[in-house]
Protein backbone atom coordinates (compact mmCIF):
# COMPACT_ATOMS: atom_id res chain seq x y z
CA UNK A 1 0.00 0.00 0.00
CA UNK A 2 3.10 2.06 0.89
CA UNK A 3 4.44 2.23 -2.64
CA UNK A 4 0.81 2.34 -4.08
CA UNK A 5 0.27 5.58 -2.14
CA UNK A 6 3.68 7.07 -3.33
CA UNK A 7 2.23 7.05 -6.75
CA UNK A 8 -1.33 8.48 -6.31
CA UNK A 9 -0.21 11.36 -3.67
CA UNK A 10 1.46 13.58 -6.66
CA UNK A 11 -1.93 13.29 -8.60
CA UNK A 12 -4.04 14.09 -5.16
CA UNK A 13 -2.09 16.66 -4.48
CA UNK A 14 -1.69 18.78 -7.93
CA UNK A 15 -5.43 17.94 -8.39
CA UNK A 16 -5.36 15.30 -11.15
CA UNK A 17 -8.63 12.43 -11.47
CA UNK A 18 -7.30 8.86 -10.63
CA UNK A 19 -8.94 5.81 -11.51
CA UNK A 20 -7.47 2.73 -10.31
CA UNK A 21 -8.23 -0.12 -13.06
CA UNK A 22 -6.77 -3.56 -13.93
CA UNK A 23 -4.62 -3.67 -17.13
CA UNK A 24 -7.58 -6.16 -17.98
CA UNK A 25 -9.95 -2.83 -18.51
CA UNK A 26 -10.78 -1.09 -21.16
CA UNK A 27 -7.52 1.06 -21.26
CA UNK A 28 -8.78 3.67 -24.45
CA UNK A 29 -9.81 6.57 -22.59
CA UNK A 30 -6.61 7.03 -20.93
CA UNK A 31 -3.43 9.27 -21.84
CA UNK A 32 -1.06 8.12 -19.19
CA UNK A 33 -1.07 4.85 -17.37
CA UNK A 34 0.86 4.57 -14.00
CA UNK A 35 1.83 0.84 -13.10
CA UNK A 36 3.63 1.10 -9.56
CA UNK A 37 5.98 -1.77 -8.92
CA UNK A 38 3.18 -4.74 -11.07
CA UNK A 39 5.81 -7.71 -9.75
CA UNK A 40 3.36 -10.20 -11.29
CA UNK A 41 1.03 -9.77 -14.08
CA UNK A 42 -0.52 -12.09 -16.73
CA UNK A 43 0.17 -12.47 -20.17
CA UNK A 44 -2.91 -10.50 -21.13
CA UNK A 45 -2.17 -7.71 -18.89
CA UNK A 46 1.65 -7.83 -19.96
CA UNK A 47 -0.19 -7.37 -23.75
CA UNK A 48 -2.45 -4.75 -22.80
CA UNK A 49 0.24 -2.23 -20.88
CA UNK A 50 1.97 -3.05 -24.47
CA UNK A 51 -0.15 -2.16 -26.49
CA UNK A 52 -1.32 1.29 -24.65
CA UNK A 53 1.86 2.73 -25.01
CA UNK A 54 1.98 1.21 -29.21
CA UNK A 55 -1.06 2.85 -29.63
CA UNK A 56 0.47 6.42 -27.98
CA UNK A 57 -0.09 6.19 -24.30
CA UNK A 58 2.10 7.12 -22.13
CA UNK A 59 3.31 4.36 -19.76
CA UNK A 60 5.46 5.59 -16.27
CA UNK A 61 6.54 2.50 -14.95
CA UNK A 62 8.91 1.40 -11.34
CA UNK A 63 10.93 -0.77 -10.99
CA UNK A 64 10.56 -4.81 -10.02
CA UNK A 65 7.41 -4.62 -13.12
CA UNK A 66 6.85 -7.81 -15.04
CA UNK A 67 9.33 -10.39 -13.42
CA UNK A 68 6.95 -13.56 -12.93
CA UNK A 69 3.87 -14.16 -14.53
CA UNK A 70 0.10 -15.21 -13.19
CA UNK A 71 1.60 -18.78 -12.01
CA UNK A 72 4.40 -16.61 -10.19
CA UNK A 73 6.71 -17.83 -12.42
CA UNK A 74 10.05 -15.86 -13.38
CA UNK A 75 9.66 -14.74 -17.10
CA UNK A 76 12.64 -16.11 -19.26
CA UNK A 77 15.41 -14.01 -20.96
CA UNK A 78 16.58 -11.82 -17.92
CA UNK A 79 15.04 -9.08 -16.41
CA UNK A 80 12.75 -7.27 -16.50
CA UNK A 81 11.15 -9.80 -18.07
CA UNK A 82 7.82 -8.97 -20.11
CA UNK A 83 8.26 -5.71 -19.96
CA UNK A 84 11.93 -5.58 -21.87
CA UNK A 85 11.36 -4.31 -25.24
CA UNK A 86 8.95 -2.07 -23.54
CA UNK A 87 11.66 0.02 -21.36
CA UNK A 88 14.22 -0.06 -23.83
CA UNK A 89 16.84 -2.01 -21.04
CA UNK A 90 18.14 -4.98 -20.03
CA UNK A 91 18.28 -4.92 -15.71
CA UNK A 92 22.09 -7.01 -15.56
CA UNK A 93 21.83 -7.24 -11.87
CA UNK A 94 19.31 -6.31 -9.19
CA UNK A 95 20.93 -4.20 -6.75
CA UNK A 96 19.39 -3.75 -3.50
CA UNK A 97 20.44 -1.39 -1.17
CA UNK A 98 22.35 -1.84 2.53
CA UNK A 99 19.45 -0.69 5.41
CA UNK A 100 20.16 2.82 6.23
CA UNK A 101 22.20 3.64 2.79
CA UNK A 102 21.39 6.43 0.39
CA UNK A 103 22.85 7.22 -3.32
CA UNK A 104 22.73 10.59 -5.12
CA UNK A 105 20.88 10.88 -8.66
CA UNK A 106 21.42 13.10 -10.73
CA UNK A 107 19.41 14.71 -13.85
CA UNK A 108 20.15 15.06 -17.26
CA UNK A 109 19.34 19.08 -16.17
CA UNK A 110 21.76 18.79 -13.25
CA UNK A 111 19.09 18.73 -10.97
CA UNK A 112 20.37 15.74 -8.12
CA UNK A 113 18.13 13.88 -5.76
CA UNK A 114 18.50 11.27 -3.18
CA UNK A 115 17.49 7.61 -3.56
CA UNK A 116 17.87 4.44 -1.49
CA UNK A 117 16.29 0.66 -0.55
CA UNK A 118 16.77 -0.39 -4.43
CA UNK A 119 18.69 0.12 -7.43
CA UNK A 120 18.90 -1.72 -10.54
CA UNK A 121 21.82 -2.23 -12.80
CA UNK A 122 20.43 -1.18 -16.22
CA UNK A 123 21.91 -1.85 -19.81
CA UNK A 124 20.65 0.34 -22.10
CA UNK A 125 18.76 -0.51 -25.51
CA UNK A 126 16.35 1.83 -27.08
CA UNK A 127 15.77 3.41 -24.00
CA UNK A 128 17.96 6.51 -22.68
CA UNK A 129 18.99 7.80 -19.31
CA UNK A 130 16.73 11.06 -17.57
CA UNK A 131 18.76 10.51 -14.63
CA UNK A 132 21.88 8.35 -13.78
CA UNK A 133 23.61 7.01 -10.29
CA UNK A 134 25.90 9.96 -9.22
CA UNK A 135 28.32 7.90 -7.03
CA UNK A 136 28.85 4.87 -6.10
CA UNK A 137 29.51 1.08 -8.03
CA UNK A 138 26.91 2.26 -9.89
CA UNK A 139 28.07 5.32 -10.89
CA UNK A 140 26.97 7.14 -14.53
CA UNK A 141 24.74 3.75 -15.01
CA UNK A 142 20.86 4.84 -15.63
CA UNK A 143 18.13 5.38 -13.12
CA UNK A 144 15.63 6.46 -14.57
CA UNK A 145 14.92 5.53 -18.60
CA UNK A 146 13.13 7.19 -21.03
CA UNK A 147 11.79 4.93 -23.94
CA UNK A 148 9.77 6.00 -27.36
CA UNK A 149 7.78 3.16 -28.03
CA UNK A 150 5.32 2.64 -31.06
CA UNK A 151 3.45 6.24 -31.25
CA UNK A 152 4.27 6.22 -27.23
CA UNK A 153 6.33 6.62 -24.64
CA UNK A 154 7.33 5.04 -21.48
CA UNK A 155 9.09 6.51 -18.55
CA UNK A 156 10.93 3.57 -15.93
CA UNK A 157 12.27 3.96 -12.08
CA UNK A 158 14.91 2.20 -11.43
CA UNK A 159 15.45 3.22 -8.06
CA UNK A 160 13.08 4.48 -5.44
CA UNK A 161 13.36 8.23 -5.78
CA UNK A 162 12.73 10.54 -3.18
CA UNK A 163 9.05 11.99 -3.53
CA UNK A 164 9.95 15.79 -4.59
CA UNK A 165 11.89 14.19 -7.14
CA UNK A 166 9.40 11.24 -8.14
CA UNK A 167 6.48 13.80 -8.41
CA UNK A 168 8.74 15.91 -10.97
CA UNK A 169 9.20 13.24 -13.15
CA UNK A 170 5.59 11.99 -12.59
CA UNK A 171 4.01 15.34 -13.07
CA UNK A 172 6.31 16.39 -16.18
CA UNK A 173 5.15 13.51 -17.83
CA UNK A 174 1.31 13.98 -17.35
CA UNK A 175 1.85 17.69 -18.44
CA UNK A 176 4.10 16.73 -21.69
CA UNK A 177 0.89 13.64 -22.84
CA UNK A 178 -1.64 16.69 -22.42
CA UNK A 179 -3.79 15.79 -19.51
CA UNK A 180 -6.32 17.64 -18.57
CA UNK A 181 -5.99 19.70 -15.14
CA UNK A 182 -8.27 22.20 -14.91
CA UNK A 183 -7.63 22.83 -10.71
CA UNK A 184 -3.97 23.22 -11.44
CA UNK A 185 -2.28 25.47 -8.77
CA UNK A 186 -5.01 24.87 -6.29
CA UNK A 187 -2.96 23.90 -2.96
CA UNK A 188 -3.00 20.49 -2.28
CA UNK A 189 -4.95 20.57 0.84
CA UNK A 190 -8.48 20.91 -1.22
CA UNK A 191 -10.05 18.39 -2.95
CA UNK A 192 -11.16 18.88 -6.08
CA UNK A 193 -13.81 16.58 -8.59
CA UNK A 194 -15.66 16.53 -11.10
CA UNK A 195 -18.79 15.12 -12.43
CA UNK A 196 -20.51 15.40 -15.36
CA UNK A 197 -24.58 15.03 -16.65
CA UNK A 198 -26.01 15.50 -20.19
CA UNK A 199 -26.24 19.46 -19.33
CA UNK A 200 -24.34 20.29 -16.61
CA UNK A 201 -20.64 19.65 -14.65
CA UNK A 202 -20.57 19.71 -11.13
CA UNK A 203 -17.62 20.93 -9.18
CA UNK A 204 -17.30 19.02 -5.20
CA UNK A 205 -14.86 21.14 -3.54
CA UNK A 206 -14.04 20.51 -0.18
CA UNK A 207 -11.19 22.14 1.50
CA UNK A 208 -9.20 20.09 4.37
CA UNK A 209 -7.64 22.86 5.74
CA UNK A 210 -8.07 24.26 9.73
CA UNK A 211 -7.57 27.66 9.06
CA UNK A 212 -6.92 28.86 6.07
CA UNK A 213 -9.78 29.72 3.33
CA UNK A 214 -9.39 28.89 -0.32
CA UNK A 215 -10.62 31.18 -3.76
CA UNK A 216 -11.58 29.09 -6.36
CA UNK A 217 -12.04 29.97 -10.01
CA UNK A 218 -15.46 28.87 -11.44
CA UNK A 219 -16.50 30.97 -13.87
CA UNK A 220 -20.20 31.55 -13.95
CA UNK A 221 -22.72 28.87 -12.08
CA UNK A 222 -25.04 27.96 -9.19
CA UNK A 223 -23.32 27.18 -4.88
CA UNK A 224 -25.83 23.97 -4.39
CA UNK A 225 -25.37 23.95 -0.33
CA UNK A 226 -26.13 27.70 -0.73
CA UNK A 227 -28.47 28.47 -3.42
CA UNK A 228 -26.25 31.45 -4.06
CA UNK A 229 -24.78 32.20 -7.51
CA UNK A 230 -21.14 31.67 -7.84
CA UNK A 231 -19.98 34.27 -10.34
CA UNK A 232 -15.64 34.45 -11.58
CA UNK A 233 -14.75 32.74 -8.51
CA UNK A 234 -16.21 31.10 -5.26
CA UNK A 235 -14.28 30.96 -1.60
CA UNK A 236 -14.36 27.51 0.49
CA UNK A 237 -14.00 28.55 4.00
CA UNK A 238 -11.60 26.39 6.39
CA UNK A 239 -12.92 22.47 6.77
CA UNK A 240 -15.70 23.81 4.13
CA UNK A 241 -17.44 22.49 1.06
CA UNK A 242 -19.18 23.78 -1.83
CA UNK A 243 -20.65 22.25 -4.91
CA UNK A 244 -20.92 24.38 -7.58
CA UNK A 245 -23.03 23.53 -11.09
CA UNK A 246 -22.09 25.17 -14.04
CA UNK A 247 -22.82 24.11 -17.83
CA UNK A 248 -20.92 21.49 -19.41
CA UNK A 249 -17.45 22.30 -20.74
CA UNK A 250 -17.63 22.09 -24.68
Not at 11 to 23: G, I, N, T
Not at 100 to 127: K, N, Q
Request: proline share 5%; charged share 25%.
Amino acid sequence: MDTVMRHYRPLWEHHYAADVVSPHSDLSPYKVLVVPNAYLMDDEGVNAVTEFARDGGTVVMSFFSGVVDACNRVRPDGYPGAFRRLIGAKIDEYWPARPGERFTVEFTDGRTATADWWREDIHLETGTALATYADGLLAGRAAVVANDFGAGRVVYFATLLEQDAFDRVLIGELTAAGVDNRFDGLPAHLECAVREDERHEYLFLLNHDAEAPVAVPVGSGTDLLTGRSASGEITVPPLGAAVVRRARRA
